[in-house]
């Protein structure tokens, strides 16, 4: 609507040369997968924040025992029952850590002092007098290992399962997804009650009652990932190229399962943990000496009316994997699903 | 068609909004105005990105919240300033005064409720109609727009009805309360040409019979010509030209118009490859301070890069913001398919203009 | 366009039975699959089943074979075995002589009833409010809050949750009571430490698929319909998000009966799953298997139900497409 009047030097109204050409580049940095996925955790803060927390218990599961110089089954009676003492701790009163506990008539009692007894029990002991601190992270450890062997095997016959299943489609796939289904249909729990009577606690066993049901997640989230890369084009071009079908399953849609694996897996690891403690709450755990977290509880929920601490510290530390794993897991989920808006 | 004195029902005075993401502040749209007159319809023409559905969820009042901020401008509709509105107020027009009708039909309608409900909705809300009052209009409009039988239809649930029916059904509601201002986004993007002619025909129609005016949103140039009384070309979040149908079709000044009616196939042109202005739209993160599409014409002078140009009248209805209409700018030669245009719009008008 | 045929609600009506049929014969077969994986994992189990077997003699043994069956060739016992089941005779517990498991069962479903029920109400009333009022308030505390809220009841397991709260409210503050089953405030500790585990699935679904439905296009056009918040959300909003959450009955049930395991345990509380402890502690197989047939049943039922329901609720696939 306005005629502009300025004076506007006669020199800006050459032509700019602009070749158009040029205005194709594209602006920002094209990130991979990987990369934008990176990006993406980063941003989430509690998934980071419980990185690091996994990272300091796994550490502590490997070096726990190690550096508290008692062994995890060597008893002594005399020393049973003995609360919490840490040195350097053991005078700052608000923290459990000072060696007193008190009894039910309210009476603050040491029983280190009471005993005579030099030496120092970071988390006290047992009725048995073994260190629970040691027993804490070796039972750590063997939760770890139990629940992390359990997701590879998952891991392994899931995409197995699954690839073959998403991939050759038709009768093949039927039958294998009306198994899948008739599977599903019988509750975990009772495969994995059942098979743990059968084959007697430990620790093989109860991996292998954990994997017989545990694949089937996998299976499922494997096939339907499989189906959809089976549309891309680039299999298409594999075929005719000659590839056999084994080749295209392994070299060009395995590493786009990746994504899918990672998720799946970093969800069964804390399933397997819960059930495995579980198994040990209900008396189908591991046998003595052995120790796992769920063991653990289970002994100290025994006494846990007059020793707590028997109880709490494996329940915070399973707790706070499980929370952690958990909050790890979604982040990983959100990251790698392109379907998320920055 | 267009008279000059009509009633201007919607004014919108230097509009500008932004969104506040993750990257930074997006200048989605800087600077905007026009007008609309009751019963005329406006087309607004663009690429994505250009800023037309973000101006008519303004008008709406239906830019999320949480990031959506309006800079400067106004809204004016009925005396008041619909930016300024609170979300309760905005109610009360929504529906009633400004409806709207999206683009994917398969996607607008509640699967969960029949479609006799979602008609009804806004004539019970705002109309104080009785339930009966309410479904006799309602089957009033499902006649209204085209759909056989509707006392069945009233039952039935939106995974019943085609794409086409169901558009349909979004206008039917949209109309429910004889809305002064509708406003179309993209409304037959989705549809099967055939169904896009059946359903602009229906609008045209109603349009005449309901005195509603209509903004028009689309990308698809062929739409406007059917459809338009007069037509605004949106660039970089900004109007770049607008005019009468006539004028932009066959007129044109914009070099960006120019792209954009170059490249629409024609059956008369002469040329042999098909034309397609080259680039992308600007990243509105750090908008040029220029001519928004400096970048991408073949035409642009120094000037374009430095200064935004203002709106220059080329005649009572038609305005364009190019450093091309400044006296002091040197003559181009427009495309060839833009010259037959205005060798065509010459004839027909006995000259304007430039050649 | 195509016309619309009346008999088209008749034909989503007929294959409505054919699919109640086919869901029902599959009922059936899992559930058969079930029970002959019990019998023959209880078959494999090593060892005697009889308390004290070792202070027996072999003819007192062989005596006690007889009498429960167990000298006869497997197929056979499995054939009688099956038939027993498929009729309701789960045979006689081992423990307790001469109480038929289904007996046993029965005085123990009653408990675990109610704490299951009350679990399954507490969880899905506070589970969905957490989810609706995350996603009405998505990325701001309230939603923060409800999604931790809603990890840690999936986390931490229920035993933990139990002796927690067993201990801190019980033990310490004294408020209610440690243990059994003996009146209302009885059921309130166990009640809530089983119904963490279902707040927390019923949270995140329906705060996934509550947000899903807010950004659709027909809650965009009901707004420009001018239609307000809360009707947004309770009207509009809730009716889409709320059928997905039908499928999460299934896992629910299941974290149910786990829960129920431990949860009794350290209660003390007279139900099925208490019992299933102690049966498994002396090697009771009549009562192993009845419960875990139990469970099976429970299970398969509810998710055939969930299949049915969901066919219910949902209009796209109760009133099958007239024309498309």
Known sequence: MKQQEENIDKSLFEPAGVDTLSAEKIEKPSLNYWQDAWLRIKKNKAAVVSMVILFLIVFMALVGPLISGKDFSTQTTSEANLPPRIQGLEHVSFLPFTGERTLKNGDVVNPYEQKGIEHYYWFGTDNLGRDLFTRVWKGTQISLLIAVVAAVIDLIIGVAYGAISGYFGGKIDNAMQRILEVLMGIPNLIVVILMILVLKPGIIPIIIALSITGWISMARVVRAQVMKLKEQEYVLAARTLGLSNFKIIFKHMLPNLTGVMIINTMFTIPSAIFFEAFLSFIGLGLQEPQASLGTLIEDGFKSMIAFPYQMVYPAIIISVIMIVFNLVADGVRDALDPKMKD | ????????????????????????????????????????????????????????????????????????????????????????????????????????????????????????????????????????????????????????????????????????????????????????????????VTIQAQILELMKDLQKKIETSIIFITHDLGVVANVADRVAVMYGGQIVEIGTVDEIFYNPKHPYTWGLLSSMPSLDAKEEKLFAIPGTPPDLLNPPKGDPFAARNQFAMKIDFEQQPPLYQVSETHFAATWLLHPNAPKVEPPESIKQRMRQFNAQKGGDHIE | MSKYTEKSVLSGGASMLKYLIRRVAYMVVTLFIIVSITFFLMKLIPGSPFVNAQKLSEAQQAVLNAKYGLDQPIPVQYFHYMINTFTGDLGVSFQFNNTSVTELLSYRVGPSAVLGLQAIILGTIVGIFLGVVGALRQNTWVDYSATFLAVIGKSIPSFVFAGLLQYYIAVKLGLLPTQFWNGFEYTILPTIALAMFPISICARFMRTEMV??????????????????????????????????????????????????????????????????????????????????LFAVLFVVVVFIVDILYGIIDPRIRVAGGNK
């Open chain 2, 1 to 192: 068609m267009l008279m000059n004195k009509q009633e201007t029902i919607l004014k919108v005075n230097d509009l500008n909004i932004s969104f506040h993401t993750f990257a930074g502040e997006v200048k989605a749209i800087r600077g905007v105005n026009f007008e609309l007159k009751k019963g005329e319809t406006l087309a607004i023409v663009g690429e994505s990105g250009s800023g037309k559905s973000v101006t008519s969820k303004s008008i709406m009042g239906l830019l999320p919240k949480s990031n959506s901020e309006v800079k400067k401008g106004e809204i004016l509709f009925q005396g008041k300033n619909l930016t300024k509105l609170s979300d309760k107020q905005m109610q009360k027009i929504r529906g009633k005064d400004i409806a709207m009708v999206f683009q994917d039909p398969m996607t607008s309608l509640n699967p969960t409720m029949t479609i006799g409900k979602q008609i009804i909705e806004p004539i019970l809300k705002h109309q104080n109609a009785s339930k009966e009052e309410a479904k006799k209009r309602a089957l009033e409009l499902l006649s209204l727009v085209g759909i056989p039988k509707p006392e069945q239809r009233f039952k039935q649930y939106p995974h019943q009805f085609s794409g086409g029916m169901r558009q349909r059904v979004v206008v039917a509601i949209a109309l429910a309360c004889n809305p002064k201002i509708l406003i179309a986004d993209e409304p037959t993007t989705a549809l099967d």
């Open chain 3, 212 to 293: 899903e439905v807010l950004e659709t296009d027909y809650i965009l056009l009901a707004k420009a319909k001018g239609a307000g918040y809360f009707e947004i959300a309770f009207k509009h909003a809730m009716r889409n998000a709320l059928i997905p959450v039908v499928t999460v009955l299934g896992p629910l049930t299941v974290s149910l009966m786990t829960g129920s395991l431990v949860i009794e345990k350290i209660f003390s509380i007279p139900g099925i799953g208490e019992q299933f402890v102690k049966a498994i502690t002396v090697n009771d197989y009549p009562v192993i298997m009845g419960t875990t047939i």
